[in-house]
């Protein structure tokens, strides 16, 4: 019999250069990569602080892709099939994009925290979500251009004041198509959801400039 431990994807994978250079930038603004499982918590970093691979790419296919529903569906198989995992780490993106990505989706996850409807499973279901359409409503463009577009975008982001200005609106957003369903579990996984929050930007941007004073 085989008694090998099995090591999941994300670790095989973490001596790549790029998980260092990610690493480093995170570091330079307050957050431990856990290139390793469990390093960081071992050395009693607070789990606040610390970000794991799979989160990460969670993340970047969120924002950077607009796939909120495979961040929330798939998340180790984002690492395991290499066309995934080299959209979502390669050094075609800057640096700050992992940064600013992990950023944005923190603060979307402290804001759910205040939304007392929004308990346990609901926030793990929407928050990729919600992280997605804050980051469309700052862009001001609803549907996403190409990757790299995306990932230069994000990286130069006020992602702070994103959420200030968006993220009340965003949860709304979501919610409200959300808690229309039953089956919600299913719905976070599944596309039509991505495309009837994209839609809702869509129509809230258009609204937007309808409504901008004219000089």
């Not at 969120?62 to 050094?91: H, M």
């Not at 995306?150 to 959420?163: N, Q, S, Y």
């Not at 919610?175 to 991505?194: C, G, H, M, N, P």
């Amino acid at each position: 019999t085989n008694s090998q431990t099995r090591i999941p994807e994300a670790w095989l994978r973490s001596t790549e250069a790029i998980h260092r250079n990610v690493g480093d930038a995170l570091r330079g603004a307050g957050y431990y990569y856990d290139r390793r499982k469990g390093y960081h918590s071992n050395q009693g970093v607070p789990r606040t602080k610390i970000v794991s691979i799979p989160y990460v790419a969670q993340c970047v296919m969120s924002l950077v892709l607009c796939r909120p529903d495979d961040a929330r569906a798939r998340p180790s198989k984002l690492l395991k099939q290499d066309g995934d995992y080299n959209s979502v780490f390669t050094d075609r993106y800057p640096l700050a994009a992992y940064v600013k990505g992990v950023e944005l989706t923190r603060n979307v996850e402290a804001f759910l925290q205040s939304e007392e409807d929004c308990t346990g499973k609901h926030r793990t279901n929407v928050r990729f979500h919600v992280a997605t359409c804050v980051y469309r409503l700052q862009r001001g463009q609803a549907r996403a251009a190409g990757a790299s577009k995306e990932a230069d975008a994000l990286a130069k982001m006020d992602v702070d004041g994103a959420t200030r200005t968006h993220g009340k609106v965003a949860y709304e957003m979501v919610w409200r198509i959300y808690q229309a369903e039953t089956e919600v579990d299913k719905l976070a996984k599944s596309r039509r959801f991505v495309i009837a929050i994209i839609d809702a930007v869509d129509t809230r941007l258009q609204e937007l400039s309808t409504t901008l004073p004219l000089f």
